[in-house]
């Protein structure tokens, strides 16, 4: 069992930045790959970035390459999103999860937080 926390979401104007956080508990958090997906309403989850368990393999869904980066702090069980250069087409609930492995598909994460509001305005 383990349990994922995010924070940080908000209200930003287009162009703008947030950082959003993903606080782990329950298990080991330096043993499962993290993911960070969004969902906005009336669509399909969506995969937005991915890290390895050590934090030394990344990858991005190509709508937030060379803007968004995934990190995470094992010491402090977090994994952040940093989001510069915000677009409208943002605009969605953000959710952490944690997995057995990095992948882009949601079915291979066995744990989910309850999502953090991100809204980009025009």
């Known amino acids: 069992q383990v349990q994922l926390v995010e924070s940080g979401g908000g209200l930003v104007q287009a162009g703008g930045s947030l950082r959003l956080s993903c606080a782990a508990s329950?298990?080991?958090?330096?043993?499962?790959?993290m993911g960070w997906f969004r969902q906005a309403p009336g669509k399909e989850r969506e995969f937005v970035a991915a890290?390895?368990?050590?934090?030394?393999?990344?990858y991005y869904a190509d709508s937030v390459k060379g803007r968004f980066t995934i990190s995470r702090d094992n010491a402090k069980n977090t994994v952040y999103l940093q989001m510069n250069s915000l677009k409208p087409e943002d605009t969605a609930v953000y959710y952490c999860?944690?997995?057995?492995?990095?992948?882009?598909?949601?079915?291979?994460?066995?744990?989910w937080g309850q999502g953090t509001q991100v809204t980009v305005s025009s």
């Open positions: 999860a944690a997995g057995s492995y990095r992948d882009y598909r949601p079915r291979v994460y066995d744990y």
């Open positions: 329950g298990r080991t958090f330096s043993s499962y790959a």
């Open positions: 890290i390895n368990w050590s934090g030394g393999s990344t």
